[in-house]
């Protein structure tokens, strides 16, 4: 029998197993706009990171990716226009149609977006980024913007990161609930991991 450890998965939730925690990689520009954003703005919170972090759990690699920097509502614009001045492919919230005549169409470009308050972040390299509860959280809850990571591709990843990493059901249905996606995550991941 394999000796396992004790692993937390959730709030008074444990199973055996070992610990395999998700740490992005985070890419230059990734790096380079974060520094920015938090060295003009160093009081907001705010989250960068790139949609390539998703290819590691598809099934079909997309080199169509983007960034996403969310911050608090408030300081949307001001975000914007700064980075605007370095860079133009930069979109402030871009609404579906946006999204398929110019995000989709650039290359790489880079989307400001409202941070949900209580999301779950952590920090890697001194930069705010996603968890993996989020991200996926996020990819179930915003179908324009993950457009190419629905389907089966979604059920993929969700597959893949629930066997790769160990996930926090309680922080993933607790960011779920503020999403207004609870019932419905709970049960594809249910589906996933079985009900435990």
């Not at 598809?58 to 608090?72: A, C, D, G, R």
């Not at 919230?93 to 779950?120: D, G, H, M």
């Not at 993933?172 to 009900?195: D, F, P, V, W």
Request: hydrophobic share 35%; glycine share 4%; proline share 3%.
């Amino acid at each position: 029998m394999d000796k396992g450890v004790l692993e937390r998965i959730g709030k008074g939730v444990f199973k055996i197993g070992t610990t395999s925690s998700f740490i992005p990689v985070l890419d230059n520009k990734t790096q380079t706009i974060y520094n920015r954003v938090h060295s003009e703005f160093p009081f907001i919170a705010v989250c960068v990171w790139n949609t390539s972090l998703l290819n590691e759990f598809s099934l079909h690699l997309s080199n169509n990716h983007f960034t996403l920097v969310e911050v608090e509502k408030e300081s949307m614009e001001s975000v914007f226009f700064s980075l605007q001045e370095k860079k133009t492919d930069v979109y402030l919230n871009p609404n579906a149609v946006t999204l398929e005549q110019y995000v989709f169409r650039a290359n790489n470009p880079t989307i400001i977006k409202p941070l949900i308050s209580e999301s779950p972040t952590q920090r890697v390299n001194n930069i705010e980024t996603i968890t993996i509860e989020k991200m996926l959280v996020d990819l179930y809850c915003d179908v324009d913007l993950f457009q190419f990571y629905q389907g089966k591709e979604k059920g993929t990843i969700f597959k893949e990161a629930f066997s790769k990493y160990t996930i926090n059901k309680s922080k993933l249905l607790r960011y779920a609930s503020r999403r207004g996606k609870k019932e419905e995550i709970e049960k594809q991941t249910n589906q996933i991991i079985g009900n435990k």
